[in-house]
């Protein structure tokens, strides 16, 4: 729980409030639904908890630094495409992780690669993404965001 | 029987993670523990995340009513509607799966697909992040990096507008209750 959880529930808590004043029975209706959902995704959520707990354990930092740092020449940006867009962990750990690298000698192209890939590829997230659009919707967007990240990465490794 | 093989279809994940615990338990039993603790400690950290945001997907559902959508976020709204999406994802919180539940009502209310599209694109930035990119790795490569992010979001869009064609949006129209 972190600052930002604690405004979205304040936020939420409001809402359900002023829902509650305006109408009974349509707030009980919303919570409904709300609770039908999530009722209808939680052993998807169980699942996907599971696989991240895997995937830390199996996929170490120093694994990810071997392949980024100096020596992967070109390469750097795809493999920080593959390794970002299978990470799993908090935003907040990449920023550490890839000031880390930038000083064992990766590449800018690189490092802003791992950056946008850790958030906007989500490797972990497709089933969950495949479940709730089809997979149609869902490859295409983790290949474009792939395609992207690599882009993006070495447009910042040109301009920096 | 047909039940459970609807269920396992939706939810195939869940039979691929339990065969790899038990793989993992037999070979590694101490690493299967500490992925079990690592998942175990992610989900109590976000289930109370989760739970509002279906809180809210719920309220959304009741309050909104799909006109008010279908003006700001629909067909017709263009570039403006792209630029509110590209808004909206910024200030998104929580992990992408929460948000998903979200995105799919707003297409049920008639959202367009580039608008939903634009909203996961830059619920790639971070807001809350910005001030740490900053210092760790200065204002430049900060700034670079979100308004690339950002400016992507308008690409994104079209480009899965495209990949996806016209019709591809209908079967989310109406009937958001079933959540599948």
């Known amino acids: ?160 | 029987m047909n039940k459970l093989a609807k269920w396992s279809k939706q939810n195939w994940l869940v039979w691929v993670v339990a065969a790899a615990y038990i793989v993992m338990a037999l070979t590694r039993p101490a690493e299967a523990a500490r992925a079990a603790s690592l998942g175990v400690q992610t989900f109590v950290a976000l289930i109370a995340t989760l739970l509002t945001v279906f809180v809210f997907v719920g309220l959304f559902q009741v309050w909104i009513n799909d006109e008010f959508i279908m003006k700001h976020l629909g067909e017709q709204s263009g570039i403006k509607g792209l630029a509110l999406g590209a808004g909206l994802g910024t200030v998104l919180h929580g992990p992408l799966i929460g948000v998903f539940p979200l995105l799919q009502a707003l297409l049920a209310k008639g959202a367009k697909l580039g608008v939903v599209v634009a909203i996961v694109s830059t619920w790639a930035i971070k807001l809350p992040m910005i001030p740490l990119e900053i210092r760790l790795f200065g204002w430049k490569f900060a700034l670079l990096r979100n308004g690339l992010l950002f400016v992507s979001a308008f690409v994104m869009a079209p480009m899965m507008e495209w990949a996806l064609g016209n019709g591809w949006v209908d079967r989310f129209r109406g009937a958001p209750e079933e959540g599948t």
């Open chain 1, 1 to 160: 729980m972190n600052l930002t959880d604690y405004i979205l529930i304040g936020i939420v808590l409001v809402l359900l409030a002023v829902s509650t004043l305006k109408s009974r029975p349509k707030t009980k209706k919303a919570l409904k639904i709300g609770a039908k959902q999530f009722w209808n995704v939680l052993p998807f959520f169980v699942a996907v908890f599971g696989l991240i707990g895997l995937l830390e354990v199996l996929l170490t930092p120093k694994m990810v630094q071997a392949w980024l740092g100096s020596g992967s020449g070109v390469l750097a940006p795809f493999y920080a495409a593959v390794f970002g867009g299978m990470a799993t962990g908090p935003p907040a750990a990449v920023f550490p992780l890839g000031q880390y690298l930038l000083t064992q000698h990766a590449s800018v192209a690189a490092v802003s690669t791992l950056l946008i890939a850790w958030v906007a590829v989500g490797t972990v997230t497709l089933p969950a993404e495949i479940r709730f659009f089809g997979a149609r919707f869902a490859l295409s967007r983790w290949a474009l965001a792939f395609v992207l990240s690599i882009v993006l990465g070495l447009t910042m490794g040109m301009l920096m």
